[in-house]
C-alpha cells in the first residue's frame, strides 16, 4: 500500500474514531515508526487534523468569535441551558461564567440560588428576579469576550466557596479547556477550584478543538452537558476521568447518562 493510499485511510478513521495513534499505524499497516511519524506529518497538513504527541487527532484550530459575532440564544442552547438549570438546587451557591450559553442559563435560573458571575450580560438577565441573589466580580472590562478579567477578579474568586460552577467553553480537546486568552483561562480554573461541582454546557461542535491557552483540565469537570454523543477520543477521556456525561436529544428532550 502507498503512503498516499494510508493517508486517505487514516484520514477516514480519524474522522470517524476521532484519533489514531502511532502505534496504530505501525502496526496496522506493518511500517517502521519513521515510516509513521511521516505520515502523521502528511496527516497533520490537512485543516481539520491536528498532530498531537504519539498520533493524531480530528481537530479545528480556530479563533474565537469576538462576543457581539457569536450566536446568542439559539435553540440549541436554550436546550442544553434549560436541562442545567432545573439540575440547580434551592439556596445554591453557584458561579456563571461569561458566554452565550451562561446568558441562555441565566434566563431560565430558579429563584432562591445565589449567583457569581463575571458577565455583564448574565447580570442583565437576572436583576430584578425575585429570590436570586446577585456578587458580581470586579475587575476590567473585556471588551472582546464581554467578560470581567483579571487579576482582581481571580483574587475575588478566590473569597468565595461555590456548589457549582458553570464554567464556559469555546474549545475542549484532549488537553480540556482551552480559550483565547490568558485571563480568560485563569478565571475558569480559579472558578473551578472554589467549586463543588464544575458543569460544562458545549455543543458538539466544540469537541476537538483547541485554541491558545490552557484553562481548566479533564481532572477539573465533573459534569459535561451536550446535544451529541462526543467523538470517541473524547469518550475516553470522559471515562477516564469520572466525568458524568448528559447528551440532551433535541427532538425528544430525552437525557441519555454515561458512566
Known amino acids: 500500500m502507498t503512503q498516499e493510499e494510508r ?12 484519533k489514531v495513534t502511532l502505534d496504530y499505524i505501525c502496526q496496522q499497516y506493518n511500517i517502521s515508526s519513521d515510516s509513521a511519524r511521516r505520515d502523521l506529518v502528511k496527516l497533520a497538513q490537512l485543516p481539520h487534523i491536528m498532530r498531537i504527541r504519539g498520533g493524531a487527532i480530528l481537530a479545528e484550530k480556530r479563533v474565537e468569535y469576538p ?3 457569536r450566536t446568542q440564544c439559539s435553540p440549541e442552547k436554550a436546550l442544553l441551558s434549560a436541562w442545567a438549570a432545573k439540575n440547580i438546587n434551592d439556596k445554591d451557591i453557584i458561579f456563571i461564567d461569561a458566554g452565550t450559553t451562561s446568558v ?3 434566563r431560565q435560573l430558579p429563584s432562591s440560588v445565589c449567583v457569581i458571575t463575571n458577565s455583564i450580560e448574565v ?7 425575585k429570590g436570586i441573589s446577585i456578587s458580581i466580580l470586579g475587575g476590567g472590562f473585556d471588551d472582546y469576550s ?5 487579576n482582581t477578579t481571580i483574587e475575588q474568586i478566590k473569597r468565595y466557596h461555590a456548589d457549582k460552577a458553570f464554567i464556559g467553553v469555546s474549545a475542549l480537546s484532549e488537553a ?5 486568552t490568558e485571563l480568560d483561562a485563569l478565571q475558569k480554573v480559579a472558578m473551578a477550584k472554589q467549586s463543588k461541582k464544575v458543569i460544562c454546557i458545549t455543543s458538539f461542535s466544540k469537541f476537538n478543538t483547541q485554541l491558545m491557552y490552557q484553562s481548566c483540565t479533564w481532572s477539573d469537570i465533573d459534569h459535561i452537558i451536550t446535544d451529541k454523543l462526543p467523538p470517541q477520543n473524547i469518550l475516553k477521556l470522559i471515562e477516564a476521568n469520572d ?5 440532551v436529544n433535541e427532538k425528544t428532550v430525552d ?3 454515561y458512566n
Open 104 to 106: 441562555a442559563l441565566a
Open 7 to 18: 493517508l486517505i485511510e487514516l484520514e477516514e478513521l480519524i474522522k470517524m474514531q476521532g
Open 243 to 247: 466525568v458524568e456525561l448528559i447528551v
Open 67 to 69: 462576543y457581539v459575532k
Open 176 to 180: 480540556g479547556i482551552t480559550t483565547d
Open 255 to 257: 437525557i441519555d447518562k
Open 146 to 150: 464581554h467578560a470581567i478579567l483579571g
Open 123 to 129: 447580570l442583565s438577565e437576572i436583576i430584578g428576579k
